[in-house]
């Protein structure tokens, strides 16, 4: 899945990259015949930065923060809400030091709630996931450790399940069940379709199967895992997401469960930068919290297999036409 932020100049460095890029081309002027043409060049650049200096402005700060539930009295008015962890893709079998068991340690050892659980939603024969010896040792040791272990792809590639042949799709689905029913003992009950994408057709093949299709509140968009595959907006970024949340929470849009709203967090655990900065992740969604007024339950990441599981199932989409919100592109993409 593709990272819409990352990879890309910060808009912020627009009008100084532009400034800079001019004073260089000024200085290139050795030749007189080139004179007429970097004056018209200055003309552009000028009328660039001016344009850079508006789109900046929009897009590094972002839009404002609405407060529909008051500011002063958020703490009294809100259920606190519970950050549900979810990672995709993995488990990331590239050796010992690999980032899915990178994650696995800073979940269960970190300043904020040692022992964290989440829910990882497996490619459980893809050849650098679940299909190799190292990958199947790593969902056993994702299962031991207390985490909820959900359905991705059982196919080859990360593929579309829209787009696969109907027989085909049946038998990833059968495969990538019973797959993750030989690690626990018991039938997957989650799915996240790849792309987030789904359609009538595929989701009554989850159903039938038994599965609840989880999407997303929030998501780090770190799908993007070669090349560049950071993100400098991560902190800004989860602020306004978790602000698009608080005004579904005002108006009833999320469901209480076991005393608390789930807001589901998506991380791809593949994403070895994503791993290096797991812990820096789980303060930032603390810190907009907090910024944003939003209080948190006692223990504000879910550390029980059983309530992790019923708190998923209990966000999962009720039926192919239910509205739903995807993060970053996937949404204007898809609906």
């Known amino acids: 899945m593709l990272d819409a932020r990352a990879g890309s100049l910060p808009c912020c460095m627009i009008p100084l990259f532009l400034h800079y890029r001019y004073r260089h081309m000024r200085h290139m002027r050795h030749i007189s015949i080139r004179f007429r043409f970097f004056g018209k060049i200055r003309i552009i650049v000028t009328f660039l930065t001016t344009i850079g200096l508006v789109f900046s402005t929009l897009s590094c700060s972002g839009p404002p923060l609405r407060d529909p539930v008051g500011a002063a009295d958020a703490g009294k008015t809100q259920v606190p809400i519970r950050f549900l962890l979810s990672f995709d893709d993995g488990p990331a079998a590239s050796g010992p030091a690999g980032p899915t068991l990178s994650i696995l340690d800073d979940l269960a050892h970190n300043s904020l709630q040692p022992g964290i659980t989440a829910v990882f939603f497996l490619q459980t024969r893809a050849a650098g996931a679940g299909g190799s010896a190292l990958g199947r ?180 989409v009720g039926s192919a036409s239910q509205p739903v919100h995807l993060p970053g592109l996937w949404n204007w993409i898809w609906n």
Do not use: C
Request: glycine share 8%; no cysteine; hydrophobic share 40%.
């Open 137 to 316: 040792q790593i969902m056993q040791r994702e299962y031991d450790a207390g985490h909820v272990l959900g359905f991705h792809t059982a196919t080859a590639r990360h593929s579309n399940h829209r787009y696969l042949d109907p027989a085909v799709f049946e038998q990833s689905l059968s495969d990538g069940v019973a797959d993750i029913g030989s690690i626990t003992g018991t039938a997957p009950a989650l799915v996240r379709p790849p792309f987030w994408s789904y359609d009538r057709r595929t989701f009554a093949a989850y159903q039938a199967h038994g599965l609840h299709v989880v999407l997303t509140d929030l998501s780090a968009n770190d799908g993007k895992i070669w090349g560049v595959n950071f993100s400098l907006r991560r902190r800004s970024s989860m602020l306004h997401q978790l602000g698009d949340v608080r005004e579904q929470i005002a108006v009833g849009a999320l469901p209480v469960i076991d005393g608390n709203i789930p807001v589901i967090v998506t991380f791809h655990d593949i994403n070895r930068y994503t791993a290096r900065h797991m812990q820096e992740y789980l303060r930032i969604l603390m810190d907009s919290a907090r910024e944003l007024g939003m209080p948190t339950a006692a223990k504000p990441f879910y550390d029980d297999r059983a309530e992790l599981e019923r708190a998923a199932i209990g966000r999962s």
